[in-house]
């Protein structure tokens, strides 16, 4: 099984609301990854899980939260997003020790009103 | 600076043709350079990587050159197929993060039939 999978594939919010963007793969792998990315734009590094510890922010808002529950599964918690958030938002995972291969999951497509 | 530049922004090619996407670099401390390939509506995906100790791999009809007195690598889709139209990405990974990819701007390649 080589899939990353991710739910919800698509998601709209208010800026008052909370949800939350669920990822898992059972590739076995140890870290695991959130990327933002806008239109025509490449991936843009958000958080990085490494052994189930937070081991990279990139200085990203508190209104995203990460949560990586077992060495399965990483969610990522949104609250009070601005429309500016929307974009579509990728999981992937890969060895521990670095991405020699990131596999991504096909994205959550957030759209904040 | 920790910076990719990809060029061209966008490219079109016949069936059949040959495609080039160049990418160059400036932080000599990287040490692994992926290429991925991003479908509309879909997660990037691993196509060919390259370590600076190379000069060329060959995958198939996909071939990376690097040139590391130049600080420059460049992807080749020989035979190019309308299936290959797609965003192709180069990345690269520094010496000092195990996690975290320099992605380039992204190329948007179409092949006529």
Same mark, same amino acid.
């Given at each position: 099984d080589t899939e990353v999978?991710?739910?919800?594939?698509?998601?709209?919010?208010?800026m008052t609301n909370k949800k939350s963007l669920k990822?898992?793969?059972?590739?076995?792998?140890?870290?695991?990854?959130?990327?933002k990315q806008k239109a025509k734009k490449p991936p843009e590094l958000m958080f990085v899980y490494s052994y189930e510890?937070?081991?990279?922010?990139?200085?990203?808002?508190?209104?995203?939260?990460?949560?990586?529950?077992?060495?399965?599964?990483?969610?990522?918690?949104?609250?009070?997003?601005?429309?500016?958030?929307?974009?579509?938002?990728?999981?992937?995972?890969s060895l521990?020790?670095?991405?020699?291969?990131?596999f991504f999951g096909e994205g959550s497509r957030l759209t904040v009103l | 600076q920790q910076q990719v530049k990809q060029s061209p922004q966008s490219l079109i090619v016949q069936k059949g043709g040959i495609s080039i996407i160049n990418c160059a670099y400036e932080n000599t401390a990287f040490d692994y350079f992926p290429w991925y390939q991003q479908f509309p509506g879909k997660g990037p995906a691993l196509l060919i990587a390259?370590?600076? +100790?190379? #000069?060329? !791999?060959?995958?198939?009809?996909?071939?990376?050159?690097?040139?590391?007195?130049?600080?420059?690598?460049?992807?080749?889709i020989m035979d190019s197929q309308p299936g290959?139209?797609?965003?192709?990405?180069?990345?690269?990974?520094?010496? +000092?993060? #195990?996690? !975290?990819?320099?992605?380039?701007?992204?190329?948007?390649?179409?092949?006529?039939?």
């Open positions: 999978t991710q739910t919800p594939k698509h998601l709209v919010m208010g990822c898992e793969q059972h590739m076995g792998h140890r870290a695991m990854y959130w990327y510890k937070l081991s990279i922010n990139e200085s990203v808002p508190s209104r995203f939260s990460p949560e990586c529950p077992n060495s399965s599964l990483l969610n990522l918690h949104l609250h009070a997003l601005q429309p500016e958030d929307s974009a579509l938002y990728l999981c992937a995972s521990a020790g670095g991405p020699g291969e990131l | 390259i370590r600076p +100790d190379v #000069s060329e !791999k060959k995958e198939g009809r996909f071939t990376i050159s690097f040139n590391k007195s130049a600080k420059q690598f460049s992807l080749h290959d139209s797609a965003t192709y990405f180069c990345a690269a990974k520094g010496m +000092d993060s #195990s996690y !975290k990819l320099i992605f380039g701007s992204g190329t948007r390649l179409l092949v006529r039939p």
